[in-house]
């Protein structure tokens, strides 16, 4: 696991190589191990590499035979040795034995054939030196990042936003139409990040660059094709998917291979399967917010040894401006910070770890996807008559089922937008300043999406915006931000490509049962791990900020950011300030809306004001 850096412009390569080293040391956290570089006329590439394969050999820019060619990469294919059988075969010599060359020379041999083939995670660049093009490339899902930002002296790009600060070229400006989804979704859903000129690479696509010109594609494309077999040969063959995936993230690896594991079904079932030598858990020392007697009880089952760490309220304050940092864009997921403290215990005894994410999406797990009778049969009734419906009761007291009204009042690519949404259109732009205000909407964001799978159930269509929202622009940018920021490269054998060709054809009847999410991966599951485990439903990485904010410490701490000069800039600041009184003296619970507001501000803080 490594970082990567480049860019295009018309210096000299001396110059060059000291811009290329500046960028590169930057993000020396995701590649402690050694660095590389290659400048010439047109481009320069940089590396930072984390050896956990051909450690001796593998350092980057890596070449093929007449050095015509080279690449940078950053993530694992686990696939390798298989395809440098084939390219072998086909008369390609190899220098060295790491994933890295395989992917170069399958280029040269398929082309963007290629890049539907690779099992794995990655983001890479190739260059031709001949040609003087550059393609850039990110892994179906989106598990590896990949930034570019492009004006009329420089092309850059790499796997992390804040190396390109230490260009010359790069103008630094906040892209304001980021914040208002950002309140209500809690993340960056944008192609265009919060810095303005500055875009995602989206998963499952590449570019080619040259001669200024950008062109992007997409390789690979989520869909469903459900087939029809009985229940018993699902069981049986995803099985053996699951555990051949497993065991290809956990072989694939010239170092040691340890995992995370919560009190959830996902990490227990890859500990079960997997049985490292080690395994790592966090909590907090409050009932309700701590799970790790649970990773502690498996792991005795399974005779593995259980690293636990008790995070305290006063290092999860004090480090929130470091995970800010790390993450590039504001980032208000709030298990990101259990997430850094977890792979900061994990560093001190291993390079590689597993983890769960990725089984929620691919088989239904997340305890949305399941309603009632009574609310499928209410969404049979006239969106129209819904509408009024919850027209009538919005502005009547609080009552039980309140909330349900007024969210099935609006259409389907309203209702459902993945997770994490704490705040509405209406008090989005409230609180906003009147010229940061805008018309978008989360229909604008989202039905694009919808409009693919239409005709599809509701559960496929929530796993569908799932796979496109939630999954790639929060879980996996925080496990890749987070690990990467302590060194550790994470793996998640239950997002495979071979994983999810086998189940995008599985029934949702056979995904959501018997009142039970991800039914089928539990049922498996159960034969590995006891019931308990297998039957637990998400939780997540609960967090109790906002009980914390309840405290005077923690109000006083949280208040001073709320009241500094530059929030003006962004927020009515009486109206912020009143949430968190509202909060404090628990008139209403603000937490989660406190929580986007102040993360926000910390992240301005580090990028525009502390620079």
Not at 318 to 340: F, K, R
Not at 362 to 385: D, H, I, V, W
Not at 409 to 417: A, C
Not at 441 to 457: F, G, L, Q, W
């Amino acid at each position: 696991m490594c970082g990567i850096v480049g860019f295009v412009d018309a210096r000299k390569p001396k110059e060059k190589k000291e811009i290329i080293k500046k960028m590169a040391d930057r993000i020396i956290h995701r590649g402690p191990d050694a660095e590389g570089y290659f400048t010439d006329a047109i481009v320069a590439l940089g590396h930072r590499r984390l050896s956990i394969l051909d450690l001796s050999s593998g350092a980057q820019p890596i070449y093929n035979e007449d050095k015509s060619r080279m690449i940078i990469f950053n993530g694992e294919i686990y696939n390798y040795a298989s395809l440098k059988e084939e390219l072998e075969k086909k008369g390609h010599k190899f220098k060295t034995k790491t994933d890295t060359e395989v992917i170069l020379h399958g280029y040269e041999e398929y082309k963007e054939k290629l890049f539907m083939r690779l099992r794995g995670m990655f983001a890479f660049v190739i260059y031709d030196k001949n040609t003087k093009e550059l393609v850039g490339v990110r892994d179906h899902f989106g598990i590896k990042p990949f930034y570019y930002y492009k004006n009329k002296n420089v092309f850059l790009f790499g796997s992390e936003i804040k190396s390109f600060l230490e260009h010359p070229d790069f103008s630094k400006a906040v892209n304001t139409r980021a914040l208002k989804m950002f309140l209500i979704f809690q993340y960056s859903v944008h192609e265009e990040t919060f810095f303005k000129n500055v875009y995602k690479l989206k998963p499952g696509h590449y570019f080619k660059y040259k001669n200024g010109k950008m062109t992007v594609k997409e390789y690979f494309q989520v869909d469903y094709e459900k087939s029809d077999k009985p229940y018993d040969v699902y069981k049986k063959e995803l099985q053996g998917v699951l555990e051949e995936s497993i065991k290809y993230h956990q072989m694939t690896s010239d170092v040691e291979v340890g995992s995370y594991l919560s009190g959830g079904v996902d990490s227990s079932y890859v500990v079960s399967v997997a049985k490292p030598d080690k395994t790592f858990s966090v909590g907090f020392d409050m009932p309700g917010f701590d799970e790790t007697n649970l990773a502690h009880d498996l792991s005795k089952m399974l005779h593995i040894k259980n690293y636990q760490k008790k995070i305290t309220s006063d290092e999860f304050f004090n480090i929130l401006p470091t995970i800010m940092y790390h993450t590039d864009e504001p980032h208000a997921n709030l298990s990101t910070v259990p997430l850094y403290f977890l792979s900061g215990l994990a560093h001190e005894q291993v390079k590689v770890v597993l983890s769960g994410e990725g089984s929620d999406e691919m088989f239904a797990g997340y305890n949305e996807y399941y309603e009632p009778l009574s609310l499928r049969l209410y969404t049979k009734l006239p969106l129209g008559l819904r509408k009024c419906i919850a027209k009538l009761v919005k502005p009547l007291p609080h009552f039980p089922g309140q909330n349900t009204l007024k969210l099935y009042g609006k259409p389907f690519y309203e209702r459902y937008i993945g997770h994490g949404t704490y705040m509405s259109e209406e008090e989005a732009n409230e609180i906003l300043t009147p010229d940061l205000r805008n018309d978008e909407t989360i229909a604008d964001v989202i039905k694009p999406y919808y409009d693919k799978v239409k005709n599809c159930d509701e559960v496929t269509k929530k796993m569908y915006i799932d796979m496109h929202f939630w999954l790639p622009q929060d879980i996996l940018l925080k496990a890749d931000k987070m690990t990467m920021a302590n060194s550790i490269e994470l793996r998640v054998p239950l997002l495979d490509s071979v994983l999810y060709s086998y189940a995008k054809g599985i029934p949702t009847k056979h995904l959501v049962r018997d009142k039970q999410t991800k039914y089928l991966f539990r049922d498996i599951a159960r034969e590995k791990i006891p019931e308990e485990w297998s039957k637990r439903r998400k939780l997540g990485f609960p967090v109790p900020f906002s009980k914390w904010i309840r405290e005077e410490k923690y109000y006083e701490m949280v208040k001073e950011v709320f009241e500094r000069d530059y929030v003006e800039m962004f927020f009515d600041k009486t109206l912020i300030q009143n949430l968190l009184t509202e909060h404090y003296h628990n008139i209403k619970n603000n937490g989660r809306k406190i929580y986007n507001i102040y993360v926000f501000l910390l992240w301005y803080d580090i990028y525009f004001i502390k620079n």
